[in-house]
């Protein structure tokens, strides 16, 4: 049989062909179902920065009547920081930087970065050519001003896990501090009221499609490393959505407290016993604090948070809220060498927030909103052996808890503020007295996203009264005109006027306890507080 060897070798061509030709079409068939893909985005910097910039001329009638506390007054008006109103305005101009710096190696493939943030504080014409934060910005500058915030490493070890290590914010939200906006940390779990500062520990979050936690351990003071003299804080926050628009959240915090008031602030000290509380507006414990009688307290914070739609991204209503109780035992000690308790008493107050709003035009400045605050509180100095209002973190910090969110200017701290953040009620406890109060406050957008307007207005009644005065903590009115030239820059006109009532009829908190000299004086309700202040704020990255 003779083989067509050239016919053999054609149709194999040809077989070849067909295949190659029917390849090249499903080749095509498939290319034209993948996405269109761009070139591969750089990858981001290693090191990045960010900054805050603010700078505002202030006019008030409220100011520090010990000239070593003039520069930087924190705290309650007419508390511990000796400030004051006066019939006469106090004229200044403040200026605050904020630096932020995150290292992000490719070698670990964004799973390990350092956050470092700074803050550089001044009033102008203050100081110059010494050592020291919150100045350096008098005539010739050279001021060694520089103070830390946060210096820690986020680790993500696994897709959502998230671990920070170091110094760091202690919020009191189950969101990542680093990684969410400041206004929705203070709009969400229990903001800031509680827990609001920095502090040294370490944290793990794990975020998932519909629920969120955070474990979290930190060492607020450690005193003698060879003693059992530490104050150490543990948290617990979930939060869970139950709906697109309504989440739900519970937390737990303890305080281990064995430092006796020592450590903290300056000569101030902190702790239950300490003169920081009559600086910020807590309640002083009548401990002691003399080494020979140490105190050993557990305070324990469990409560609920909730919210729906809180920065009107979601709908035109709003609530949110939060309910919390405050408990636990402090132990005050025999003379050294003795376990024996000499005195025991007991912490159980309460606390409770709601909010609520309704947007009714097209941008997030087109809205109305109410929120109320209420703490328990105690009238007796522990006479019975027992506290019923409630602690925050302004026991152990200056400040330790920011509850800057509901409006106020003047009656509720503001966070605008370089170095003076002061206000009647600074704490939500109230000198331990509770607290029954509430802001109104209405927005609008006269330009969208350009320029805005806000009218507002605080009331507050105290659940007990100091001696020889009343429950009526006073109202305020205030306003504000904002224009944004560029974005993220901002430029503001604030002003506020708060109306005292005749709670501040008394010595004990008005400020002239130590002045007076005739009982009539008693009486008398210091001068009313006012603030104008205009701001430029800038937000840079």
């Not at 014409?125 to 500058?141: E, K, L, P, Q, V």
């Not at 474990?215 to 003071?221: I, K, N, P, V």
């Not at 509770?434 to 806000?454: E, Y």
């Amino acid at each position: 049989m003779c083989i067509d060897i050239k016919g053999l070798f054609r149709r194999l061509l040809s077989v070849m062909a067909l295949l190659l030709l029917f390849g090249m079409t499903l080749y095509a068939q498939q290319v034209e179902k993948l996405p269109a893909k761009s070139a591969p985005a750089d990858p981001p910097p290693q090191l990045q920065f960010f900054a805050y910039f603010y700078n505002q001329g202030v006019m008030n009638n409220i100011y520090a009547s010990n000239d070593f506390l003039n520069g930087q007054t924190v705290g309650r008006l007419f508390g511990g920081n000796t400030s004051v109103t006066g019939k006469s305005e106090s004229i200044y101009f403040e200026q605050r930087l904020l630096p932020f710096f995150i290292y992000q190696p490719r070698i670990f493939d964004g799973r390990a970065l350092l956050r470092a943030s700074f803050e550089i504080d001044w009033t102008w014409g203050d100081r110059s050519y010494g050592i020291g934060g919150n100045t350096g910005g008098a005539f010739s500058a050279d001021q060694v001003n520089l103070q830390t915030q946060n210096v820690e490493l986020e680790l993500i070890p696994w897709p959502g896990f998230t671990v920070n290590l170091g110094l760091q914010r202690l919020y009191d939200t189950p969101y990542n501090p680093y990684r969410t906006f400041f206004s929705t940390m203070g709009y969400t779990g229990y903001r800031l009221a509680f827990w609001g500062s920095d502090a040294v520990g370490i944290s793990l979050r794990h975020d998932r499609d519909f629920s969120r936690y955070k474990l979290g351990y930190y060492q607020l003071y450690e005193n003698s490393i060879q003693k059992s003299d530490d104050v150490s804080l543990w948290e617990f926050m979930y939060e869970r959505d139950w709906t697109p628009t309504w989440r739900q959240g519970l937390s737990f915090w303890a305080v281990h407290d064995r430092g006796n008031g020592i450590g903290g602030v300056s000569i101030l000290g902190q702790g239950l016993n300490s003169l920081l509380n009559d600086y910020n507006g807590t309640f002083r414990f009548p401990l002691g604090n003399t080494p020979a009688r140490p105190y050993k307290a557990d305070i324990f914070w469990a409560g609920s948070f909730w919210n729906r739609n809180p920065e009107f991204t979601l709908g035109r209503w709003m609530v949110s809220g939060f309910a919390l109780h405050n408990f636990g035992k402090v132990r005050v000690k025999a003379p050294s060498g003795e376990d024996v308790d000499v005195r025991e008493t007991d912490i159980a107050g309460y606390a409770a927030n709601l909010r609520a709003g309704f947007k009714y035009g097209q941008t997030a400045e087109d809205i109305v909103t109410v929120d109320l605050i209420y703490t328990t509180g105690d009238e007796d100095t522990l006479r019975d052996d027992r506290y019923s209002g409630v602690i925050t973190g302004n026991t152990w910090g200056s400040p330790g808890a920011i509850f800057v969110s509901h409006g106020a200017y003047l009656l509720l701290p503001h966070g605008n503020v370089v170095n003076r953040f002061i206000a009647a009620v600074n704490d939500i406890s109230n000198l331990g007295l509770g607290l029954l109060g509430g802001t109104v406050n209405l927005h609008k957008d006269l330009l969208p996203h350009k320029l805005s307007i806000k009218a507002g207005g605080a009331m507050a009644r105290s659940q007990f009264a100091p001696a020889k005065g009343a429950k009526d903590l006073g109202w305020e009115l205030n306003g504000r005109i904002s224009y944004q030239p560029k974005a993220f820059m901002n430029l503001e006109l604030h002003a506020a006027k708060m109306w005292l009532g005749d709670f501040y009829r008394s010595s004990l908190v008005n400020g002239r306890r130590a002045n007076i000299n005739e009982a009539a004086m008693e009486t008398d309700k210091p001068s009313n507080p006012w603030v104008v202040f205009v701001a430029l704020k800038w937000l840079m990255f």
